[in-house]
C-alpha cells in the first residue's frame, strides 16, 4: 500500500542519515599482515602434448578438485560433528560477542582498562539473563494453579467446539484416541526412562557448554582484534591483509546483523505479548519469551512459537480466543515481514529469501536448532567475506564506506537506494569524508 511504501521509505532515509553518522570502525594492519610486492612471474611457452582434446581435459581437471572439495567438505563436517561440545559454544560465544562487543568497545574508549570493560560487560550480560530468566520462571510457577484449571475448563470447551464442528468428533472418539496416547507412552515406557538418562547426560553438557561459553565469551571481548590478527598471520604473507580486511567487514556485517535481529525479536515479543495479556491468556511473559527467542530463527522461529502461543489460548480460553491470538501472530508476522526485516535486517545484511531457507534447512539437518540459529549469520558473513574477496582482491577498501553484502536483492529497492545515495552525494558534493573511514580517497590507499 501507498502509506506503508511512504513509511518505509522515510524510516529508511532516516536510517540511512544515522548510518551516515556512525560509519564503518576503521581498519587497521597489524604488524605482519603488510602484503609484500608482488613477485614478476614470466610465463614460457607450453609444450603440449597430451592427446586428449582440450575439453576432456578441463572436464577431467574439474571433476578431480570436485571430488577433492566434496572429500574436504565430508572431514570437515564429521571433524566438526566431533568436536561439536566445542564448537557450538565457541559459535555461541562469538555471536554474543557480536552482541555486546560494542558496549565493550564504548568502555575502552572512554579510558578503560580492556580486561575490566569485558568482564564489567560480561557481568552485565550475565545480570540481564538470569534476571530476565528469574521472572519468567517466577510467573509460570505463579500461574501454574490457574492455568491447570483454566485447562481443564478450556478442554471441555474445545471437546464441545469438536462436537458441534463440521468434524462431528463424538466424547467417546475423543476418550479412545487419549486411551490409545496413554497406550503408546506405556508401550514405550523404556524408550522414555532412557530419553530421562540421556536428559540427564545432556544437562551436563550444557553445564559444561555454559562455562566454556563465558570463559570464551570474555576473551573474545577483551582480545578479540589480537586474536584475529594472530589467525591472518598464520596465512602466507599476500593473503594477510585480504583475508584481516575482509574479517573486518565481516565483523561489522555480523554485528549489525544480530543487532537488527534482537530488535526484530523484541518488536515481535512486545506485540504479541500485549495480545497475550490484552487477552488474558495465561503464560503470557513466558509466552513472550518464548517468540523473542524464536526470532532468533528467522521465518521458521517466531512462528512456531506463535503456534505454542495459539494452542495455550486455546486450550486456556476456547477457540474464540485462540482466533483472536492466531490473528494478532499472523498481523505481527506480516508487519515483521514486510516493514522490519526489509527495513532494519537490510541495512545490516542483504540475502536473498530463498538463501535463508536453504541455510535454515541445511543447519537443521546438519545440527539441529543450534544449526537453524547460526546458519543465517554465518551465511551472512561469509556472502560478505567472499564478495569483499572477489571484487578486492589486493586488499584495499571498499570505496563506499560499507562492506560488500548490503546491496539489496530487490532491483526496485536497490534503485531507490541509489537514488537517495545520488541525492546525498549531490547535496554534500562539497563536504569531504571523514577521516576516519578506511576508504581510499583519489585512488590513494588505507592501510
Not at 140 to 154: K, P, R, T, Y
Not at 316 to 326: D, E, K, M, R, Y
Request: charged share 15%; aromatic share 6%; glycine share 8%.
Amino acid at each position: 500500500m501507498a502509506w506503508t511504501r511512504t513509511a518505509r521509505e522515510r524510516a529508511r532515509a532516516r536510517f540511512a542519515e544515522a548510518a551516515s553518522r556512525n560509519p564503518l570502525p576503521p581498519f587497521t594492519a597489524g604488524p605482519g599482515l603488510e602484503a609484500d610486492s608482488p613477485p614478476v612471474v614470466v610465463v614460457g611457452p607450453r609444450q603440449d602434448s597430451d592427446v586428449l582434446p582440450r575439453a576432456v581435459r578441463t572436464a577431467g581437471a574439474w571433476a578431480g578438485r570436485f571430488i577433492l572439495f566434496v572429500l574436504a567438505g565430508y572431514l570437515f563436517l564429521r571433524v566438526v560433528g566431533l568436536l561439536s561440545l566445542v564448537i557450538i559454544p565457541v559459535m555461541v560465544a562469538l555471536l554474543l560477542a557480536a552482541l555486546f562487543q560494542p558496549a565493550g568497545a564504548a568502555l575502552v574508549r572512554r579510558g578503560v582498562n580492556r580486561s575490566l570493560a569485558a568482564g564489567m560487560v560480561l557481568l552485565a550480560a550475565l545480570v540481564l539473563v538470569f534476571g530476565g530468566l528469574g521472572l519468567i520462571i517466577r510467573t509460570f510457577i505463579a500461574q501454574l494453579d490457574d492455568l491447570s484449571a483454566q485447562v481443564g475448563d478450556g478442554l471441555g470447551e474445545v471437546q464441545a467446539w469438536l462436537a458441534q464442528s463440521p468434524l462431528h468428533i463424538t466424547d467417546r472418539q475423543l476418550d479412545q484416541y487419549v486411551e490409545q496416547a496413554r497406550t503408546a507412552i506405556t508401550a514405550n515406557q523404556g524408550a522414555v526412562t532412557s530419553g530421562a538418562l540421556s536428559t540427564a547426560t545432556t544437562l551436563g553438557e550444557v553445564l559444561t557448554g555454559f562455562f566454556l561459553v563465558l570463559f570464551t565469551l570474555f576473551f573474545f571481548l577483551r582480545d578479540g582484534g589480537q586474536i584475529w590478527s594472530f589467525l591472518c598471520r598464520l596465512l602466507p604473507r599476500d593473503a594477510r591483509l585480504p583475508t584481516a580486511r575482509a574479517g573486518h567487514y565481516a565483523w561489522h556485517t555480523l554485528v549489525s546483523y544480530v543487532h537488527a535481529t534482537v530488535l526484530v525479536a523484541f518488536v515481535d515479543a512486545v506485540g504479541i505479548g500485549i495480545g497475550l495479556f490484552i487477552l488474558k491468556v495465561p503464560l503470557a511473559l513466558p509466552l513472550a519469551a518464548l517468540v523473542f527467542l524464536g526470532a532468533f530463527i528467522p521465518v521458521v522461529g517466531a512462528t512456531v512459537a506463535g503456534a505454542a502461543a495459539v494452542l495455550v489460548a486455546l486450550v486456556a480460553n476456547g477457540p474464540v480466543s485462540a482466533l483472536i491470538v492466531l490473528a494478532i501472530v499472523i498481523g505481527v508476522q506480516q508487519l515483521e515481514g514486510h516493514v522490519l526485516q526489509p527495513l532494519i535486517m537490510g541495512r545490516a545484511v542483504a540475502l536473498h529469501p530463498l538463501a535463508v531457507i536453504l541455510a535454515i534447512a541445511a543447519g537443521i539437518v546438519l545440527a539441529g536448532i543450534v544449526g537453524g540459529l547460526i546458519a543465517v549469520p554465518l551465511l551472512a558473513v561469509l556472502n560478505t567475506a567472499i564478495r569483499y574477496l572477489i571484487s578486492h582482491p589486493e586488499g584495499e577498501p571498499t570505496p563506499n564506506r560499507q562492506p560488500p553484502g548490503t546491496e539489496p536483492t530487490d532491483d526496485d529497492q536497490a534503485e531507490a537506494e541509489d537514488r537517495h545515495q545520488i541525492q546525498q552525494r549531490q547535496a554534500d558534493d562539497t563536504e569531504p569524508p571523514p577521516a576516519s573511514t578506511s576508504v581510499s580517497v583519489s585512488g590513494s590507499r588505507s592501510p
